[in-house]
């Protein structure tokens, strides 16, 4: 498959995700898409990058969502060189008075 096939799907993807308007249409979405464990990695994922980005340490983020150090490691590496996506939705979600 080329490049560029991969790209448009993604795309569609994601305007996909955009057109949800509601916390449960985005709930109900994502467990029709994804499997139990790709959630659960997922938001595993989100929970270690909002402890990260909140400053806890290593062994907090450890004990609080059971993540692996590599799970842990791979997502600060995303906070320090990724796409800034992590923290563009933590800083939307602080504007609309979320967690983040």
């Given at each position: 498959m080329n490049t560029r096939g991969k790209r448009e799907r993604s795309e569609e993807l994601y305007k996909a995700i955009l057109a949800l308007e509601t916390e449960e249409e985005c709930i109900a979405f994502f467990e029709d898409l994804c499997t139990i464990g790709e959630?659960?990695?997922?938001?595993?994922?989100?929970?270690?990058?909002?402890?990260?980005?909140?400053?806890?340490?290593?062994?907090?983020?450890?004990?609080?969502?059971?993540?692996?150090?590599?799970?842990?490691s791979r997502v600060n590496r995303s906070l320090m060189y990724g796409n800034n996506g992590y923290h563009l939705v933590f800083e939307r979600m602080k504007e609309r008075g979320g967690e983040a």
């Open positions: 959630l659960s990695a997922m938001e595993q994922r989100y929970q270690v990058a909002r402890a990260l980005h909140e400053g806890k340490i290593y062994s907090e983020i450890l004990a609080e969502t059971g993540a692996s150090s590599a799970t842990i």
